[in-house]
């Protein structure tokens, strides 16, 4: 008989033995929301690359959405999915609905809503969480019902949702979830624009316009990796190199900021100073701005973008 005190024992004696009972087999997994681009594909193709089967979900989660935000209009668009996940080689598709996932409703107000939900606390409520106030709560009730279903070993999530991963792994680590998880880079557009479902929603000219999200981070990035041993920048330094570069549209009707951090990569705690990266810990700088459309003066986009230095 084995005897194990520890959880990892525990955890690395079941996975031993799936394996061996599963021929070594791997599942990856790729939840989404559909509306899938390049940016899915790139998780997607990683997974098929790393494993013996890909389940990707589609699942557009009300339980992130506020009453205020855009559930009905998310688009959708699952024929066009489906035919990229079966050029991508995809093995198995799930796409449940409302009732499979949330079997006693998901009213939108958190007040009326019922059953077993995820909080993870001292993440979910730093930056996006300001203005969001459930929506990491969303994420991770889902995530978990989705990892529950597939057991996957690995699950692949992009670069672009920065804080989604980070409360996701804090998730996976203190709930002892058995599933993996893998940060895929962000993919951009040639002129640096982290590509979005909800880029959709905008006009060639404000594309353009939201091209310099990117521009400012990049500039941040270039002034701390030039930093030479024993010099730094303070907070309020990095994040003027940042809303320089924005400097012609901020405030404008087309581009409001809602904020600009600094942060510790694993922690998100908001960072006074940074140093010459042989010394400094990994850290964040992140952004979400308001990108008003020019041709549809109603239609606001709230994007995020972030670089990992
Ligand atoms: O990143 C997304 O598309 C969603 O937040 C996720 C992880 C699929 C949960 O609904």
């Not at 989404?32 to 890909?54: F, R, W």
Request: proline letters at 6%; one cysteine or more; hydrophobic letters at 40%.
């Amino acid at each position: 008989m084995k005897i194990f005190h520890t959880v990892e024992e525990v955890v690395q004696w079941r996975t031993q033995e799936l394996r061996e009972t599963r021929f070594r087999e791997t599942i990856g997994f790729v939840p989404t929301m559909g509306c899938l681009h390049s940016g899915h594909a790139s998780l997607i193709s990683q997974s098929v690359k790393e494993n013996t089967y890909t389940v990707v979900s589609i699942f557009v989660n009300p339980s992130q959405f506020a009453p205020t935000e855009d559930l009905d209009n998310y688009p959708r668009t699952l024929p066009n999915d489906i035919k990229l996940l079966e050029s991508l080689k995809v093995d198995v598709l799930f796409a449940p609905n409302a009732h499979v996932m949330y079997p006693q409703g998901i009213p939108l107000d958190v007040e009326e809503q019922k059953g077993p939900f995820v909080t993870v606390l001292g993440l979910s409520e730093k930056l996006e969480g300001k203005t969001r106030p459930n929506f990491f709560r969303g994420v991770a009730t889902v995530v978990t019902k989705l990892f529950n279903i597939v057991m996957a070993d690995v699950a692949y999530f992009g670069q672009k949702d920065i804080q989604q991963f980070i409360v996701l792994q804090c998730m996976v680590d203190e709930l002892f979830v058995n599933t993996r998880l893998h940060m895929m880079p962000i993919v951009r557009n040639s002129n640096g624009l982290a590509l979005s479902s909800r880029n959709k929603y905008l006009c060639p000219n404000s594309l353009k316009i939201s091209e310099n999200l990117y521009c400012g981070l990049k500039a941040a990035e270039n002034a701390i990796r030039s930093l030479v041993p024993g010099a730094s920048l303070s907070r309020s330094e990095v994040i003027d190199i940042v809303t320089q570069i924005w400097a012609p549209y901020i405030d404008s009707h087309d581009f409001k900021v809602d904020y600009v951090s600094l942060a510790d990569f694993k922690t998100l705690v908001e960072l006074p100073a940074v140093e010459n990266t042989s010394v400094q810990q990994p850290l964040v700088i992140s952004c979400a701005v308001y990108v008003t459309d020019r041709e549809k003066p109603n239609t606001i986009v709230r994007l995020i973008d972030n670089i990992v230095i």
